[in-house]
C-alpha cells in the first residue's frame, strides 16, 4: 500500500482543497437549500475520479449512483455515504461562517466536515489514489450516495428496494458517526428506533382549576400515570414481552464489548452526572440493550410562575432503541397492548417513525479484513464496536439487500455533528481516504 | 326597600354612564398600567358617593381604604373588592376594545366589566342610593378595595395584619366571581390552593438519545413514575394523610349542596366530556373534597415530529386544592414526604403559592340575612353554595380578622373573566346594586 499512502500523502494538500470546495456548496435537505447544486457538483467530483456517476431522480432528492467496474475482480463493494447536511443554524454560534471552511488546530471546521461531506468524499480521493497509482481497483466499486439522511432517509428504502440489481455487491462499506474518544472505529450495525407519540385528551378547552379540579379530566395526570406504566421502579420495561427478542451476545460480541476502552471520568465530566450503568455494563446496555425513553413532554402552562388550569391535552414523545432481534411493529403493538391491558385504553398513540435495527457479526471474515486495514491506515488498531448506539438506515443493506455492512467513521469523536462549529481533523480525513483504499485491497484479498 | 330600589331605577343609567368611565381607565396590574391612575379615580368615586376615603400605600399598588360611619348603628360591615385587571391580550379576540365599554345584548363588554370593577362600583352605587334616600345607612360600613387581587394579592396579608383595629367590624360582605349559570348565588368561602413546581434533573444538557438511551438518566421518566405515584389507579390522591383533615359535610353542608341546581347535559356541551364525578356528587367533588391536578408538564423537545433526544430536565406544575380543614404548609410536608418515602427524594420540590381554605358556615345567621337581601333585590332565591372551588383571598377575613365573610356575585356565569369579551349584564349590575343595599338593611336588622 505504501505506493498509494504516498501518493495520497503527495496530493494531500489539493486534496484538502478540493474538499473545502465540496464543503461551500450548502445541501440543507431539510430547508432545500442548495440541493440540486449539491448533487450536480457530486456527480462532477465522482466523474473527475474516474466513476462513471449519474444523478438518480427519487420523489425528493437525487441518488448520485455511480461505478468503477474492475473486469475480472471477484468482488463488489457498495460504498455508502450522504451529501446532504444539518440547518447550520444557530448561525451566531459559530466562529466561521458554516458554509466558508476554515482550518485551525489542525481541522476543517464547516457544516458537513464531519457529517458527512468530509467522510464521503474521501472515499472519493481513495479511488483517485488507487487508479492514479495503480490504473485500477482491485475490487468492483459501486457507491450510492444520498442526498436526505439528514431528513430521515426517506426516499431511501423505496430507491434500494427498485434497484436491487443496480446495488448488487458482496459488502457495503460506508464512513458515518464519529469515531471512538480514544481513535480509530470499525462497527457493524446500529440500534433501531421506534418513535412514538402519546396523547391523552380531556375536555374540549383548558379548564380552570379552581372551577373544574375534581370534576373534569385530568389528560396530564392520566398521561403520567400511562408513562410510569411503561416501567418497573428499577427502569426496566414493563411492557410485556418487550425483552423477549432481545439476541443475547455472541461470544465474539462479549469479547468486542469487553476491549473497549472506558472511562467513567471523562463520561462523567462530560455528563456532569455518572451514567446509570456503572462502568461495567455501559456498553453493553447502551449497544445491546433496548432503551425506552421519553424524548419530550407537553401540557398546559410551561411559563414561570402559577397558572391554574388543567390542561385539556397532554402529549409525550415516547423514544425507543432496538437491538437485534426487535421489530419496530411488533414492539409498538407490544405497548398498544399493554396500555389497553392496564386500562390506558384511551391514550392515542401515533407512530411517528421506525427503523429496524441491523447487525453484521462483528467476526465475519469481510468485517476482519476492514479492520485490518483500519490498522494499516492509522498504525494502530481500531476499537471494534458490535453497533452504533443510535440509528442509521443500515437494515436497507442487511435486510433489504442481504449485505454483510462494515462502518469506519472518519470524523472524530468531538466532531461536533448537528452542531455549530461541526469539524473533522486532517488527520480522519486523510487517514480516512488511506482506510478506503486499504479496505478495497483487503476485502479484495478475502 | 322601594323608595331605594326607585333610586336605582331613575338613576341607572347614569350609573351605567358612570361605570363606563371607571371602565376606560385601564388598571393592569401584571403590567402595571394605569395602577396610580385608577387608584385616584377609585378614590374619587367613593368620595363623589359620600365616602371618606384614602389611599393606604403598600410595597405594590395601594388599598382604596373608606369608611361611611353611622352614628348609633349597632353592626359594622366590610366591603371588599379590587380594582386592579387582568392583561387584556389577546387583543385580537375582543370585538371591541377591552378598556372602551361597549354596550350589547344587554350588556356591558370591557376588561374588569365583571371582574372586578363592575362588582365593586355597584357597592358605591348602594350607598349613593342609601344616603340619597334615607340620608344614612343603617350600619357602619367600611371599605377595603385592592390593586393587586390579579396579582395573588401580594401585599394584602400584612396590609389586613398591620390594620387589624381599621378593619374592625361584625362581617365582611364582597362580590367577586360569577353567578350560577342559572341565577343569583350566595357562597360562603373558598378552597385554598398549594401550587407547587416538581423537577427532576438528569445529564448538564439535553443528549442524543441513540448515543446515550440506556446509559444516561432519564428524568422525563423519573418525573412521570414520581408524579404517578401520587395518585390510585383511581385518580384518589395517594400521599399519605393527604385526606386527614378534610371536613365532613355539616347537615346543613349537605342541605344546600343537594339543593344547587345541575345540569348534566349543559356541562358535557360545554366541556365536551362527561364529569368524572356523574351527576350526583359533582359539587360535592368541586367543591368540598381537595383535588391534586397537573397544570403543566414541560421535557424536551414539542414541536412537530421526532427528536430524539433524552432531554436534562423535566417540570411539572402540580396545583392542589384545598378544603376546610387542610393546610397547605402540612400538604407541602406531605407531598414532599411522600416523594422521599416512594424513592423520588432526588426530585425537587419548589412552592410557587399557597393560599389557606376560607368556610364561615352556610347556616351562620349574618348570611340568612344576606340570602334574604338577595332575594329582595332579584325577586327570587338565590342559589347557595358553601364555598368556591377557585380560591379568593378569603382567609384574611375568616382567620386573619376572625370575621364571616359572605360572597354574593353580580357577574353573569359567563362573565368571561381573565377572558377576552369579559362582560356583566346590566341586569346584573343593576341587582347588585340592589342587593348591597337591601344587605346592609338585613345585616343591620340581624
Redesign the interface.
Known amino acids: 500500500m505504501n505506493d498509494i499512502f504516498q501518493y495520497i500523502d503527495t496530493h494531500r494538500d489539493r486534496f484538502i482543497d478540493e474538499l473545502c470546495t465540496f464543503l461551500r456548496q450548502p445541501s440543507i435537505s431539510a430547508q432545500g437549500v442548495g440541493m440540486t447544486e449539491c448533487a450536480e457538483l457530486v456527480r462532477r467530483l465522482m466523474s473527475e475520479v474516474g466513476i462513471q456517476a449519474r444523478l438518480v431522480p427519487t420523489p425528493g432528492f437525487p441518488v448520485a449512483y455511480g461505478e468503477v467496474p474492475s473486469p475480472g475482480a471477484r468482488r463488489t463493494v457498495l460504498i455508502y455515504g450522504h451529501y446532504d447536511v444539518q440547518p447550520p443554524e444557530p448561525l451566531e454560534a459559530w466562529e466561521t461562517p458554516p458554509f466558508e471552511p476554515s482550518i485551525r488546530n489542525g481541522r476543517i471546521y464547516a457544516r458537513g466536515a464531519g457529517d458527512n461531506k468530509g467522510q464521503m468524499f474521501a472515499h472519493l480521493k481513495a479511488i483517485e489514489a488507487v487508479l492514479g497509482t495503480r490504473g485500477k481497483l482491485p475490487v468492483n466499486v459501486k457507491f450510492c450516495f444520498e442526498g436526505e439522511e439528514e431528513i430521515?432517509s426517506k426516499n431511501l428504502p423505496a430507491f434500494v428496494s427498485a434497484h436491487r440489481k443496480l446495488l448488487a455487491a458482496d459488502v457495503v462499506y460506508a464512513s458515518d458517526g464519529p469515531m471512538h474518544p480514544s481513535g480509530p472505529l470499525v462497527y457493524f450495525g446500529?440500534?433501531g428506533?421506534l418513535?412514538l407519540e402519546l396523547t391523552a385528551h380531556?375536555?374540549?378547552?383548558d379548564?380552570?382549576?379552581?372551577?373544574?379540579?375534581?370534576?373534569?379530566?385530568?389528560p396530564?395526570?392520566r398521561?403520567?400515570?400511562a408513562?410510569?406504566?411503561l416501567?418497573t421502579?428499577r427502569?426496566k420495561v414493563a411492557v410485556g414481552g418487550f425483552y423477549d427478542r432481545v439476541r443475547r451476545p455472541s461470544v465474539a460480541d462479549r469479547s468486542v464489548l469487553g476491549a473497549i476502552p472506558f472511562d467513567e471520568r471523562s463520561v462523567r465530566d462530560d455528563?456532569?452526572?455518572l451514567?446509570?450503568?456503572g462502568a461495567g455494563a455501559?456498553y453493553w446496555?447502551?449497544l445491546l440493550?433496548?432503551?425506552l425513553?421519553?424524548?419530550?413532554?407537553?401540557?398546559?402552562?410551561?411559563g414561570p410562575?402559577?397558572?391554574?388550569?388543567?390542561?385539556h391535552v397532554?402529549?409525550?414523545?415516547l423514544?425507543a432503541?432496538l437491538v437485534m432481534d426487535q421489530d419496530p411493529d411488533e414492539i409498538e403493538e407490544k405497548i398498544r397492548a399493554h396500555l389497553k391491558r392496564r386500562?390506558f385504553g384511551d391514550i392515542e398513540v401515533k407512530r411517528?417513525?421506525a427503523v429496524p435495527p441491523s447487525r453484521t457479526p462483528v467476526d465475519h471474515p469481510l468485517g476482519k479484513a476492514v479492520v485490518r486495514a483500519v490498522e494499516q491506515a492509522w498504525g494502530r488498531r481500531p476499537v471494534i464496536v458490535p453497533n452504533?448506539?443510535?440509528?442509521i438506515p443500515d437494515y436497507l443493506f442487511t435486510q433489504v439487500l442481504g449485505l454483510p455492512s462494515i462502518w469506519v467513521p472518519y470524523a472524530p469523536h468531538d466532531e461536533a455533528n448537528h452542531a455549530p462549529n461541526e469539524s473533522i481533523t486532517l488527520e480522519g480525513f486523510v487517514n480516512g481516504i488511506r482506510s478506503t483504499a486499504a479496505a478495497l485491497f483487503e476485502l479484495a484479498a478475502t
Open positions: 430521515a446500529c440500534r428506533i418513535y380531556g375536555a374540549r378547552r379548564l380552570h382549576s379552581g372551577l373544574y379540579g375534581g370534576v373534569a379530566p385530568a396530564a395526570v398521561l403520567a400515570q408513562l410510569a406504566s416501567w421502579s427502569g455528563l456532569g452526572c451514567p446509570v450503568t455501559y446496555r447502551l440493550q433496548p432503551n425513553n421519553v424524548a419530550g413532554l407537553t401540557s398546559g402552562y410551561q410562575g402559577m397558572k391554574t388550569i388543567i390542561p397532554a402529549h409525550a414523545k423514544d432503541r386500562e411517528l417513525g452504533l448506539g443510535g440509528t
